[in-house]
C-alpha cells in the first residue's frame, strides 16, 4: 500500500477516558482491518516499547488513514487498553481453570501457586503483556484498567473461596481475595524485571508466603 498521508499523533487521553475501541465493527471487512490495526500496534510495541509507540506507525505500516484509524481507536491508550483485555481475557480462564479446582480448603495453597505460576508463565510467552503492563503503569488510565482487572480476579477467588469456607463472613472473604491477588500480580509482576532463573527463585520463594488455609479469617 502507498505510504499514508501524515496526520497528527493523539497521545493524549481523550475526555472521557476511553481505554477500549469504540468502534467493534461487525461487516467481515471492517473487523479484518480491525484485527490488522492491532497486528500492527502489536508488533511495533514489541520493536519499540509502549512508550515509543504512536499512532503514526500504524498509519505508516498498514496504509490505513488516520480519519479510517481514528473511528476504531481515538488515541493510543484506547489501543494499549483494548491489547490489555484480550490478554486479561486469556488469563481469567486460565483463573477460572485453576480455581475450579478448589473442592476443599486443603486445595486452596497448590491453586495459588498454579495461578502464580500460570500469571508468570503467560508473561514469558507473550513479551508484549511486559510492555503493556508498562504501559498501564504510566497512564492513569489505563491503571483503571489495571485495577478492574484486579478487582474481577479478586471476585473470582472469592467466589471459590464462597463455597469451602461458608462460615467466613464475606467481608473477610472479599478482603483476603482482594489481598492475594494483588500480591500475587506484584510478585509476578517484579519476577518478570528479573532473569528467569532468577525470577524462578524470587516466586518459589513467594509461593511459601501463600496461605495454606483461612484459618486467620475465623472469628
Given at each position: 500500500m502507498g505510504r499514508a498521508k501524515a496526520g497528527p499523533d493523539k497521545n493524549e487521553s481523550t475526555p472521557g477516558p476511553v481505554?477500549?475501541?469504540?468502534?467493534?465493527?461487525?461487516?467481515?471487512?471492517?473487523?479484518?482491518?480491525?484485527?490488522?490495526v492491532l497486528a500492527c500496534a502489536a508488533?511495533?510495541?514489541?520493536?519499540?516499547?509502549?512508550?515509543?509507540?504512536?499512532?503514526?506507525?500504524?498509519?505508516?505500516?498498514t496504509g490505513i488513514s488516520f480519519g479510517s484509524l481514528y473511528q476504531y481507536f481515538p488515541d493510543k491508550?484506547?489501543?494499549?487498553?483494548?491489547?490489555?483485555?484480550r490478554y486479561n481475557a486469556v488469563g481469567h480462564e486460565c483463573v477460572r481453570r485453576d480455581l475450579a479446582t478448589i473442592k476443599e480448603i486443603t486445595d486452596l495453597h497448590a491453586t495459588l501457586c498454579r495461578i502464580t505460576d500460570g500469571y508468570y508463565q503467560m508473561f514469558l510467552d507473550e513479551p508484549l503483556m511486559r510492555d503493556i503492563w508498562q504501559a498501564t503503569q504510566a497512564d492513569r488510565v489505563l491503571q483503571?484498567?489495571?485495577?478492574?482487572?484486579?478487582?474481577?480476579?479478586?471476585?473470582?477467588?472469592?467466589?471459590a473461596l464462597r463455597s469451602i469456607a461458608p462460615d467466613v463472613s464475606n467481608a473477610a472473604l472479599s478482603a483476603f481475595s482482594q489481598l492475594t491477588m494483588i500480591l500475587i500480580a506484584a510478585a509476578v509482576r517484579h519476577a518478570i524485571t528479573l532473569q528467569p532463573r532468577e525470577g524462578?527463585?524470587?516466586?518459589?520463594?513467594?509461593?511459601?508466603?501463600l496461605s495454606k488455609d483461612l484459618?486467620?479469617?475465623?472469628?
Open positions: 481505554v477500549r475501541a469504540r468502534l467493534v465493527p461487525t461487516q467481515q471487512r471492517s473487523r479484518e482491518r480491525l484485527e490488522r508488533e511495533v510495541m514489541a520493536e519499540k516499547g509502549s512508550d515509543a509507540f504512536r499512532m503514526s506507525d500504524i498509519v505508516e505500516r491508550t484506547a489501543v494499549i487498553g483494548t491489547l490489555a483485555e483503571k484498567l489495571d485495577q478492574e482487572d484486579s478487582a474481577l480476579l479478586a471476585g473470582f477467588l472469592m467466589d524462578r527463585r524470587l516466586l518459589t520463594l513467594f509461593k511459601r508466603t484459618s486467620m479469617l475465623e472469628t
